[in-house]
């Protein structure tokens, strides 16, 4: 992607036409910011022509270049405001800037999304943004003598579908550079006679456009509530018997016979006498561990035994 270096572009803007230009978008951005008193501005891409103004309005006034584009020293013969950085990585903490301007820096990336996320870091909530992006319609973004001419130029739906995908929500959407890229001296004289009738008639072939957007901040989303049928209570057709306890009087191992009559549905098991006697040829009975059984629901196995 082609890029202006830091040189041509302020040989551009110390041209005639290139002042021009200078004037007439930087009052787009003045009449947005009007204020800036305590507050930190900075400007990323190549932003000094319009941050001149807001050098001795502002608490700090910075000018953050990208490495691609080069750096120059600004303000001449002061304290260095200006410095060299990566679009996508700044060395800035969380929401320190209050007001960012965003000039010849948009078009020339290869991730616009990761500029715009960075941008959304360093912007204080709430805080203000303004991109100057050539269009793709206006006659700028055919002119490789500018550096509008440079780069990718975005359409209206283009730049918001960037700006809300970074969070950051447009309050305001403008165009300048209604003049001819001309640097002829007719065209410079009548520039702003013809800036101020593109505007009233807001014709279509603006050279860029100046867009104000909101840092948002995230929020969590509710799930919304789900509606659920109440369902009727329901009751046992048949309402629950008391079982009663199982009572054993003495530990005994039962038979299998008597096994079976437990799994058939004993209710309690009363152990009615225990014989270890002789048998009659004088040998040892075998020993009965239970002799008999009473079942509440078998009351004849008592009357057999």
């Known amino acids: 992607m082609t890029t202006l270096d830091a040189q041509e572009l302020r040989d551009f803007y110390?041209?005639?036409l290139g002042e021009v230009a200078r004037r007439i978008v930087g009052r787009v951005i003045r009449s947005r910011w009007t204020s800036t008193s305590n507050l930190t501005v900075a400007?990323?891409?190549y932003g000094l022509p319009y941050?001149?103004?807001?050098?001795?309005?502002?608490?700090?006034?910075?000018?953050?270049?990208?490495?691609?584009?080069?750096?120059?020293?600004?303000?001449?013969?002061?304290?260095?405001?200006?410095t060299l950085v990566w679009a996508d990585m700044l060395p800035l903490p969380d929401a320190s800037i209050d007001r960012l301007l965003v000039a010849h820096a948009l078009e020339a990336t290869e991730r616009p999304e990761t500029l715009l996320e960075e941008v959304w870091r360093v912007t204080a909530p709430q805080g203000r943004v303004i991109v100057v992006?050539?269009?793709?319609?206006?006659?700028?973004?055919?002119?490789?003598?500018?550096?509008?001419?440079?780069?990718?130029?975005?359409?209206?739906?283009?730049?918001r579908e960037l700006l809300n995908g970074a969070i950051l929500s447009p309050i305001f959407w403008g165009e300048a550079l209604h003049f001819p890229p001309i640097a002829?001296?007719?065209?410079?004289?009548?520039?702003?006679a013809m800036e101020r009738i593109g505007a009233t008639l807001g014709l279509p072939f603006a050279g860029v456009h100046v867009v104000e957007a909101i840092k948002m901040v995230r929020r969590r989303v509710e799930s919304p509530a789900v509606a659920r049928r109440r369902l009727p209570q329901l009751r046992p057709a048949l309402p629950p018997q008391p079982v009663p306890p199982l009572r054993v009087f003495r530990h005994?191992?039962?038979?299998?016979?008597?096994?079976?009559?437990?799994?058939?549905?004993?209710?309690?098991?009363?152990?009615?006498?225990?014989s270890s006697s002789a048998a009659p040829d004088g040998g040892r009975a075998p020993r009965a561990t239970l002799t008999a059984l009473a079942f509440d629901t078998f009351p004849f196995l008592e009357a057999s035994h």
């Open 133 to 159: 992006v050539p269009s793709r319609r206006g006659m700028w973004a055919r002119a490789d003598g500018t550096p509008f001419g440079q780069g990718s130029p975005y359409s209206k739906g283009q730049l």
């Open 14 to 16: 110390d041209s005639p």
């Open 184 to 192: 002829k001296n007719y065209v410079i004289r009548s520039a702003p």
């Open 252 to 274: 005994a191992a039962l038979e299998p016979h008597d096994r079976a009559l437990w799994a058939a549905g004993a209710k309690r098991v009363r152990p009615i006498a225990s």
């Open 51 to 82: 941050l001149e103004r807001f050098r001795d309005r502002s608490r700090r006034c910075l000018a953050l270049m990208p490495s691609q584009q080069g750096v120059v020293v600004w303000p001449e013969g002061e304290v260095c405001s200006s």
């Open 43 to 45: 400007g990323l891409g």
